[in-house]
């Protein structure tokens, strides 16, 4: 299993981006997809994730209502949109893959078993 993920890049205050995970040697069923973020000297945060089975998504409050979380299985590709990004948005952020998680567990990192390399999100001031 292999997941890249892309999309990351300098944008200013209030701008988008769409990051992209593709996923090799992935089935999507019975998955739990999601994002997460690491900014410089900080832990590792959860951003948003997806139960492939059912469809819910799941934010960290802090990105509700400016981030989307949506995949394309046959494509095997999740997708972060992100609007009206914040300087404090600034992180690489990662792509990654559990077998389907309980409500409970999807905003624990521990719990995914398959991660991308990361992309470099930089928000201007």
């Known amino acids: 299993v292999q997941l890249q993920a892309s999309g990351g890049g300098l944008v200013q205050t209030g701008g988008s981006l769409r990051l992209s995970c593709a996923a090799s040697?992935?089935?999507?069923?019975?998955?739990?997809l999601a994002w997460f973020r690491q900014a410089p000297g900080k832990d590792r945060e959860f951003v948003a994730a997806i139960r492939w089975s059912g469809k819910s998504t799941y934010y960290q409050d802090s990105v509700k209502g400016r981030f989307t979380i949506s995949g394309d299985g046959a494509k095997n590709t999740v997708f972060l949109q992100m609007n009206s990004l914040k300087p404090e948005d600034t992180a690489v952020y990662f792509c990654a893959a559990a077998r389907h998680l309980i409500t409970s567990a999807v905003r624990t990192g521990a719990y995914y078993t398959h991660w991308g390399q990361g992309t470099l999100v930089t928000v201007s001031s």
């Open positions: 040697g992935l089935d999507f069923s019975q998955k739990t």
